[in-house]
């Protein structure tokens, strides 16, 4: 049930991360209208594109520990960068000679707009004085500015400086000290005016400044705080007029909206209603246009805002240029007119073999969009692929540029018009189950909008990632993909996960990818079936080997269900329940009495990272004794951490069953098509280039599972490779006071583990086909025979026939 959030946290830092899913309570936009179906006219938005030749200045015969670069500002002659970083130092340094300026990078890239190249790049270690740092830069009419930080380690206090530099010298103009007292977080235009956000970090309810600058240059500070309430950003500022402005500030209890006056300072609390219309789900970085409209990125394009109209609308959309998606959802808006814009941003160096990404940025891209007169795709009809945020791995990227470019006919166009961020507050949650019960009614309610709208001809022809919408498991919804993919051959491929992900003999979501949840332990320990444990089997198993204290840490009634789900192809079959079957009153029973009621709080857990269960974080659970670990396994990384933590166990157990099946698979990446597509076999053709080798190997390449074993294996040993030579999975581990913590095993991977986690894969035959509705009934329904209040028949009927009553309305 945590599959969508451990797929995103991997790609993201803590804070970051933590932010993200504090969102979840912002407004959820509307769906929108679809374009599948349309025809592509001459006039159909499109925008050519230019890429600059970007040189950092880094010097690439030394080795870097990290660096980053920053858009500085921009005007009709130059783009101005700043990159920040540190060579790495050597192991024997000497300490009594060390020189800061010797590991720092920190260069200015100047770039001509004429002709697209670095023309110039200034090293700002020959300007350092003492231990100063560049935080940051703005270039503004031509004028460009560095701002300097140092600190004074006796008085704990930090001195600002701004040093004006000369473009054509790189030489330090004017030096003035600033009395700003932090790093700005965002900037934003109002008229002549000019307000920037700083985080005060400092005390027990974080909260900002906005420093507002004036047009005769006179500055103000004021405060936006909340005494009970943290404030984590400043979304934006838009303009009501030249003076006045709308704060939009995010904070542990939701959106705040405030009304600014910039002339005097005030600021004023104003009614949320009076913003309804605005869609706050994406909202985090602004450009203030000269239109007075205000642009802002979404991982699907560029939305504007017309505060006057009271509208938040797409104004551009990843597709409709030449360029992969997923190098655009990095970028931001550094320019924008109706006709033209600037994006810009880092290249990140993904590790497939690390759980978050290496965030050390391998390239700087700076990209020209212009309108084109006239789209290259006229004539062509609009196949829509809906991606929850837009998002697409960058393998099914390309493929959908190939896809567009080679079809005659067809062009696909991703949308995010289902934006399924929930109506809950992560504020208000406060467990595993806490956390489950609301992913569960989020989903059912997309999964019903969904549905109605594909009945309605509404719809999009093609749905990235809708697996645990079992609801649109029919063909009244989605197609059946297996004409498309045909007989494959189940030595190059895991054909038992696609025989898992059939619902009725039917393939209606295709697992690009996918994961595998269970038990990782030592294969000693599996019941008689060798690949998983009965119930009488695991209650052994819980008692003498993991001393009563289960790694499944949900609470009775969500443990049942997820146990219902791993069998529910006994207990649901074409459209009819049957809660009669003796196997479900096993599960009832075994969860009764070995679960506790509920899951553990987060603030007494086993947490991580403020808040979330290990197991939300990182996809594992591992028990206190070392011996094993609920996994959601997706990936090399934790498989090969899994063994790392358990001393060396491989074996993924199916989780307690009747029959003692193996791990249950889950559908990481997939695609479904609708049923009432304009043309259904046009979407099957994107479908099959999806299983090609070219495909399936790029994905595995991320590290994640896919369908062809040859990719599988090749990227697997790849894997041993990588952490043999780096000597663990985990090496990089500090303690409170920053010092290494050496790998707790010296463990040599090798391809008989790759061998280990193939048979794994193997020995799934069933997939975790989630219905968010029907787990709902059964969360609802279970609770007085697990609290006592009722017997088992009783509330199996009740629930038999609720969960009936759902499937005959689906019809």
């Known amino acids: 049930m945590k599959r969508t959030m451990t797929k995103a946290v991997t790609a993201l830092l803590a804070l970051s991360m933590v932010l993200s899913v504090a969102s979840c309570g912002k407004k959820k936009g509307a769906a929108g209208k679809s374009n599948g179906g349309k025809k592509i006219s001459d006039d159909t938005p499109w925008f050519d594109t230019q890429f600059y030749d970007v040189d950092q200045g880094v010097d690439e015969s030394r080795e870097s520990e990290y660096t980053f670069s920053s858009f500085v500002g921009a005007d009709d002659k130059y783009i101005i960068l700043l990159t920040n970083g540190n060579y790495k130092m050597p192991d024997n340094i000497d300490w009594s000679n060390y020189n800061y300026a010797d590991y720092s990078i920190s260069i200015l890239s100047i770039l001509d707009r004429a002709t697209k190249k670095t023309v110039k790049t200034i090293d700002l270690n020959t300007i350092l004085e003492g231990d100063e740092y560049a935080e940051s830069a703005r270039y503004i009419n031509g004028k460009l500015t560095v701002i300097f930080t140092s600190y004074d380690m006796n008085s704990m206090g930090m001195t600002v400086r701004e040093k004006d530099i000369d473009l054509t010298t790189g030489n330090v103009t004017e030096v003035r000290d600033s009395e700003d007292e932090g790093v700005f977080q965002k900037s934003f235009k109002v008229g002549d005016y000019t307000v920037d956000s700083e985080a005060n970090w400092n005390n027990e309810k974080t909260f900002f400044y906005l420093n507002i600058t004036a047009p005769d240059g006179s500055k103000q500070r004021i405060e936006v705080k909340d005494e009970l309430k943290s404030i984590y950003e400043v979304s934006a500022v838009i303009p009501l007029s030249d003076s006045t402005a709308l704060v939009i500030a995010y904070k542990e209890s939701g959106d705040a909206y405030y009304e600014l006056d910039l002339k005097t300072g005030k600021l004023t609390v104003t009614d949320s209603k009076d913003y309804e219309w605005l869609d706050l789900s994406t909202l985090y970085t602004t450009l203030n246009g000269t239109d007075g409209k205000v642009y802002y990125t979404t991982p699907a394009g560029i939305s504007q805002i017309d505060v006057k109209a009271k509208t938040d609308e797409e104004m551009f959309n990843y597709s409709w240029c030449n360029v992969n998606r997923n190098i655009l959802t990095n970028l931001q808006i550094a320019e924008v007119?109706?006709?033209?814009?600037?994006?810009?941003?880092?290249?990140?160096?993904?590790?497939?073999?690390?759980?978050?990404?290496?965030?050390?940025?391998?390239?700087?891209?700076?990209?020209?969009?212009?309108?084109?007169?006239?789209?290259?795709?006229?004539?062509?009809?609009?196949?829509?692929?809906?991606?929850?945020?837009?998002?697409?791995?960058?393998?099914?990227?390309?493929?959908?540029?190939?896809?567009?470019?080679?079809?005659?006919?067809?062009?696909?166009?991703?949308?995010?018009?289902?934006?399924?961020?929930?109506?809950?507050?992560?504020?208000?949650?406060?467990?595993?189950?806490?956390?489950?019960?609301?992913?569960?009614?989020?989903?059912?309610?997309?999964?019903?909008?969904?549905?109605?709208?594909?009945?309605?001809?509404?719809?999009?022809?093609?749905?990235?990632?809708?697996?645990?919408?079992?609801?649109?498991?029919?063909?009244?919804?989605?197609?059946?993909?297996?004409?498309?993919?045909?007989?494959?051959?189940?030595?190059?491929?895991?054909?038992?996960?696609?025989?898992?992900?059939?619902?009725?003999?039917?393939?209606?979501?295709?697992?690009?990818?996918f994961n595998v949840e269970g038990i990782q332990t030592d294969a000693k320990y599996a019941g008689a079936s060798g690949v998983g444990f009965t119930t009488e089997e695991y209650e052994k198993f819980l008692k003498e080997t993991l001393n009563g204290t289960d790694i499944i840490s949900s609470g009775q009634a969500m443990y049942f269900a997820k146990l219902f789900n791993s069998m529910s192809y006994k207990f649901i079959k074409n459209g009819k329940a049957d809660f009669s079957d003796p196997d479900i009153e096993?599960?009832?029973?075994?969860?009764?009495?070995?679960?506790?009621?509920?899951?553990?709080?987060?603030?007494?857990?086993?947490?991580?990272?403020?808040?979330?269960?290990?197991?939300?974080?990182?996809?594992?659970?591992?028990?206190?004794?070392?011996?094993?670990?609920?996994?959601?396994?997706?990936?090399?990384?934790?498989?090969?951490?899994?063994?790392?933590?358990?001393?060396?166990?491989?074996?993924?157990?199916?989780?307690?069953?009747?029959?003692?099946?193996?791990?249950?698979?889950?559908?990481?990446?997939?695609?479904?098509?609708?049923?009432?597509?304009?043309?259904?076999?046009?979407?099957?053709?994107?479908?099959?280039?999806?299983?090609?080798?070219?495909?399936?190997?790029?994905?595995?390449?991320?590290?994640?599972?896919?369908?062809?074993?040859?990719?599988?294996?090749?990227?697997?040993?790849?894997?041993?490779?990588?952490?043999?030579?780096?000597?663990?999975?985990?090496?990089?581990?500090?303690?409170?006071?920053?010092?290494?913590?050496?790998?707790?095993?010296?463990?040599?991977?090798?391809?008989?583990?790759?061998?280990?986690?193939?048979?794994?894969?193997?020995?799934?035959?069933?997939?975790?086909?989630?219905?968010?509705?029907?787990?709902?009934?059964?969360?609802?329904?279970?609770?007085?025979?697990?609290?006592?209040?009722?017997?088992?028949?009783?509330?199996?009927?009740?629930?038999?026939?609720?969960?009936?009553?759902?499937?005959?309305?689906?019809?």
């Open 586 to 811: 096993k599960l009832a029973e075994f969860v009764k009495d070995n679960v506790q009621p509920q899951s553990t709080s987060w603030d007494e857990g086993d947490t991580d990272l403020g808040g979330y269960s290990t197991y939300a974080i990182y996809g594992y659970n591992a028990s206190e004794n070392g011996l094993a670990m609920y996994t959601d396994c997706g990936n090399y990384y934790l498989y090969f951490r899994g063994i790392e933590l358990l001393n060396g166990a491989t074996a993924i157990l199916g989780i307690p069953s009747t029959d003692g099946h193996g791990p249950i698979a889950g559908q990481y990446t997939s695609i479904a098509v609708s049923s009432q597509s304009s043309n259904v076999d046009a979407c099957g053709e994107f479908v099959k280039m999806l299983m090609s080798d070219e495909v399936q190997e790029g994905i595995a390449e991320t590290g994640c599972f896919v369908l062809n074993r040859e990719a599988f294996r090749k990227v697997g040993n790849e894997a041993v490779a990588y952490y043999n030579k780096q000597g663990g999975v985990e090496v990089n581990q500090y303690d409170d006071y920053g010092n290494p913590i050496p790998p707790k095993n010296t463990l040599k991977f090798s391809e008989a583990q790759v061998d280990a986690l193939e048979n794994i894969i193997l020995a799934c035959t069933a997939m975790d086909t989630e219905d968010a509705a029907i787990n709902l009934i059964l969360v609802e329904e279970m609770q007085p025979y697990f609290a006592g209040q009722k017997d088992l028949k009783s509330v199996l009927n009740v629930a038999q026939d609720r969960v009936q009553k759902v499937l005959d309305e689906r019809g």
């Open 337 to 513: 007119s109706e006709d033209a814009f600037l994006l810009v941003g880092s290249q990140y160096d993904i590790n497939p073999f690390s759980q978050m990404a290496d965030f050390n940025d391998f390239g700087y891209n700076v990209i020209e969009f212009t309108r084109a007169d006239k789209n290259p795709h006229a004539g062509k009809t609009i196949l829509e692929l809906y991606s929850s945020y837009g998002y697409t791995d960058s393998k099914i990227a390309d493929a959908i540029l190939e896809y567009n470019e080679k079809n005659g006919d067809y062009y696909i166009e991703v949308k995010d018009r289902y934006k399924n961020t929930g109506t809950f507050d992560y504020s208000d949650l406060s467990s595993d189950d806490d956390m489950d019960t609301a992913l569960l009614n989020s989903n059912a309610e997309l999964s019903n909008k969904l549905a109605m709208d594909i009945m309605n001809g509404e719809g999009p022809d093609m749905l990235m990632d809708v697996s645990s919408y079992g609801q649109l498991n029919s063909t009244e919804y989605l197609a059946d993909l297996m004409p498309y993919i045909g007989n494959l051959d189940s030595n190059k491929y895991f054909t038992n996960i696609l025989d898992a992900a059939k619902v009725d003999g039917k393939l209606y979501n295709l697992p690009i990818s």
